[in-house]
C-alpha cells in the first residue's frame, strides 16, 4: 500500500489576511488518490509538526511518498521501526542521504491531483469560514464527497 502525505497552503504562509493567518491543510492519500486523514495547521508553523498524528497509523509494508519538509530523522525512524518505507527527498543540508526512488516519487502526483480536486469546491480555496474547525469540516466533506464520486457506478 501507498500514501503520500502533502501539504497544501491556502494562501501565502506567515501573512496577515483580513481573517487572520493562513492554514495549511496536510493531508494523507491511498495509492488510487482517495483521502485517508486530514489535518491543518496554522500556516506559519513547520510541516512536520502535523506528520507525527497523520502517519500514526501507518503498517508494515507500507510506501510514504512525501516532499522535502517531511524529511526528518523523527519522522523516519518510527515509519522504519513499524515495518514502513519514506521515500522521501532528503533536504540539501542533511548530511547522510538515504536512498529515493525516483520511479516511486513520481507517483507523488496523486496527492497534488487530490488537491487539485479540492481546490474545484469554492468554500475550501477561498476559506470563507472564519474558525478552524469549521474549515476542517467543510475540507472533510469536500474529500467525502471525492471519495464518493469514485465509487460511483458508471452503469
Same mark, same amino acid.
Given at each position: 500500500?501507498?500514501?503520500?502525505?502533502? !501539504?497544501?497552503?491556502?494562501? $501565502?504562509?506567515? @501573512? +496577515?489576511?483580513? =481573517?487572520?493567518?493562513?492554514?495549511?491543510?496536510?493531508? /494523507?492519500?491511498?495509492?488510487?488518490?482517495?483521502?485517508?486523514?486530514?489535518?491543518?495547521?496554522?500556516?506559519?508553523?513547520?510541516?512536520?509538526?502535523?506528520?507525527?498524528?497523520?502517519?500514526?497509523?501507518?503498517?508494515?509494508?507500507?510506501i510514504?511518498?512525501?516532499?522535502?519538509?517531511? !524529511?526528518?530523522?523523527?519522522? $523516519?525512524?518510527? @515509519? +522504519?521501526?513499524? =515495518?514502513?518505507?519514506?521515500?522521501?527527498?532528503?533536504? /540539501?543540508?542533511?548530511?547522510s542521504?538515504?536512498?529515493?526512488?525516483?520511479?516511486?516519487?513520481?507517483?507523488?502526483?496523486?496527492?497534488?491531483?487530490?488537491?487539485?480536486?479540492?481546490?474545484?469546491?469554492?468554500?475550501?480555496?477561498?476559506?470563507?469560514d472564519?474558525?478552524?474547525?469549521?474549515?476542517?469540516?467543510?475540507?472533510?466533506?469536500?474529500?467525502?464527497?471525492?471519495?464518493?464520486?469514485?465509487?460511483?457506478?458508471?452503469?
Amino acid at each position: 500500500m501507498k500514501c503520500g502525505i502533502r !501539504d497544501y497552503v491556502i494562501s $501565502r504562509p506567515s @501573512l +496577515r489576511s483580513r =481573517g487572520g493567518l493562513t492554514t495549511k491543510i496536510h493531508a /494523507v492519500v491511498d495509492a488510487q488518490g482517495l483521502p485517508i486523514r486530514l489535518s491543518l495547521t496554522a500556516g506559519q508553523s513547520h510541516d512536520g509538526e502535523a506528520a507525527d498524528d497523520l502517519l500514526d497509523y501507518v503498517g508494515a509494508g507500507t510506501i510514504v511518498l512525501a516532499d522535502k519538509a517531511y !524529511d526528518a530523522d523523527r519522522i $523516519r525512524t518510527p @515509519l +522504519r521501526e513499524k =515495518g514502513a518505507f519514506a521515500n522521501v527527498p532528503p533536504k /540539501v543540508n542533511r548530511r547522510s542521504k538515504p536512498y529515493v526512488s525516483t520511479w516511486l516519487y513520481r507517483k507523488r502526483n496523486l496527492i497534488e491531483r487530490f488537491f487539485s480536486k479540492l481546490k474545484h469546491f469554492r468554500r475550501v480555496a477561498t476559506r470563507y469560514d472564519k474558525l478552524a474547525e469549521n474549515f476542517l469540516a467543510m475540507v472533510q466533506l469536500a474529500s467525502m464527497r471525492l471519495l464518493l464520486r469514485s465509487y460511483d457506478s458508471t452503469a
